[in-house]
């Protein structure tokens, strides 16, 4: 019997917007709670995403070595291994989608990881998290493990105090320091589980912290812990009073920030930070080549831009600089032979700040930034040397500057200063496996060109 006509059309209408409402529930912008299992999207416009936006850091393979990598710091995240610093999950679980949607769309403050909440939503967002979750198969075996979040206790002078006591008990001063500013911890060399130089977070500064400096987020933080750091979760050790106390403690310990200071307040503030410097030239001139990226430069790479960690500091990276032709880095290390060991304090600093080289040779004015250094303090010169004299020596003889012949020279020249054409500085890593920590490297024959356009284009004729 065939149904009259208004029947079929309500019938009709009926499935339509129960197909438009399924679509709208499956594709609506992340919010709220989200399924623990991977996302499921168009896997096509999700590596189109990713390799737009994220795979000059994070790698095409979502591995943390795209082409930037090796200079930035922190490291971009690996993401084959499931394994996330930020989370609101049990230590050692994978992170839940929420989580995964707030880094992408806040970034995470103080690193290369910027925010792309105008940039990425709906769809888009949710295909690229299914893409980024696709690199481990963590996701695909495993469920995130949410820690349970007690009530807040308000911060007071007698939370604070008892924070302090739980501060103490679990010797949190040992890596932060007693003060929190790390001057007096006894452990300060760490590294990440993926051989990372990293340092102990600075709590009189919560400015710097990774994933927010409200109470709450400190708590967070010490009931996941920091995976893949020596962070670890407090959740099994301390009690839920303890931990919110603690988090208010920590969160006392901020310190007014020189952007808000008077005259005065600098003054005093400066005064007692050299102070602090002077009792421990190293550790300064350790924190003063670590910021400005030494080992960037003075460390080879590999085709996979991973630092060769065997020669860290020990030079012999070929960087191809426009018509001026090609350079070696020098080995930093402590090394008499070939490193610095046998060079006095004034021939150090004379390189860093004045660009002149043992023998005279003055170098270019990029990329070693010697121009910037020459306005280094003493104090902070002083540092540097008595810092890199601590680096072990590692034997690695340094190539002499391989200058262009005069024609490519000449041409390289007119397009710079006729044609206003900036040049490339082109870094060329090291074969895996082909340098030997005792044997002369960096031949022209030993490495493959990876051209970045450009590393540098500031690169000008003075």
Not at 198 to 203: K, S
Not at 221 to 235: A, F, W
Not at 342 to 369: C, H, Q, S, Y
Request: hydrophobic share 35%; net charge neutral; proline share 6%.
């Amino acid at each position: 019997m065939k149904k009259p006509f208004p029947a079929l059309l309500m019938s009709c209408i009926a499935i339509t917007v129960g197909f438009v409402v399924v679509f709208l529930l499956a594709t609506k912008p992340l919010k709220g709670s989200q399924p623990s299992q991977p996302l499921s999207g168009n896997p096509g416009l999700g590596k189109n995403i990713f390799d737009s936006r994220c795979a000059v850091c994070h790698g095409a393979n979502g591995d943390g070595k795209g082409i930037v990598a090796v200079n930035l710091h922190p490291k971009p995240r690996d993401f084959t291994k499931g394994l996330f610093k930020f989370r609101s999950t049990e230590s050692g679980s994978i992170p839940t989608v929420d989580d995964l949607a707030r880094i992408i769309n806040e970034g995470i403050h103080g690193t290369a990881m910027v925010g792309w909440k105008e940039f990425i939503t709906g769809d888009s967002l949710q295909t690229l998290i299914a893409y980024i979750q696709s690199f481990s198969t963590r996701f695909q075996n495993e469920q995130p493990k949410p820690v349970s979040v007690s009530n807040a206790i308000p911060s007071s002078v007698k939370s604070i105090s008892d924070g302090k006591i739980v501060y103490e008990k679990l010797e949190c001063a040992s890596c932060h320091g007693t003060a929190g500013d790390g001057t007096d911890a006894i452990a300060r060399d760490f590294n990440d589980e993926w051989g990372n130089i990293i340092a102990a977070t600075n709590l009189t500064e919560p400015w710097t912290f990774r994933s927010g400096a409200s109470a709450s987020d400190i708590y967070l933080r010490l009931k996941t812990g920091i995976d893949g750091t020596p962070m670890p979760s407090y959740s099994e050790s301390a009690s839920e009073q303890d931990l919110w106390n603690l988090a208010n403690f920590v969160a006392s310990l901020g310190r007014k920030p020189a952007w808000q200071m008077n005259e005065n307040e600098l003054q005093t503030h400066y005064s007692k930070l050299d102070e602090t410097n002077k009792s421990n030239p190293v550790q300064r001139g350790k924190y003063l080549v670590e910021v400005f990226g030494c080992a960037d430069c003075h460390s080879p790479f590999t085709e996979g831009r991973s630092v060769m960690e065997q020669f860290r500091m020990a030079g012999g990276s070929r960087w191809r600089i426009g018509p001026y032709g090609d350079f070696y880095t020098p080995n930093l290390t402590s090394d008499k032979e070939t490193g610095l060991g046998n060079w006095t304090d004034e021939e150090i600093k004379e390189a860093i700040t004045k660009g002149i080289v043992r023998g005279g040779r003055r170098m270019l004015p990029f990329p070693m930034g010697w121009t910037g250094y020459s306005m280094l303090t003493k104090n902070d010169l002083n540092a540097i040397v008595a810092y890199l004299r601590t680096i072990p020596p590692v034997h690695n003889k340094i190539p002499e500057p391989e200058p262009l012949n005069i024609f490519s020279y000449m041409w390289g020249k007119f397009k710079m200063l006729i044609l206003k054409e900036d040049f490339p500085i082109i870094i060329y890593p090291e074969n895996s496996g082909q340098a030997q920590a005792t044997s002369q490297t960096n031949t022209s024959n030993n490495n493959i060109a990876l051209k970045f356009e450009p590393v540098h284009t500031s690169g000008k004729a003075n």
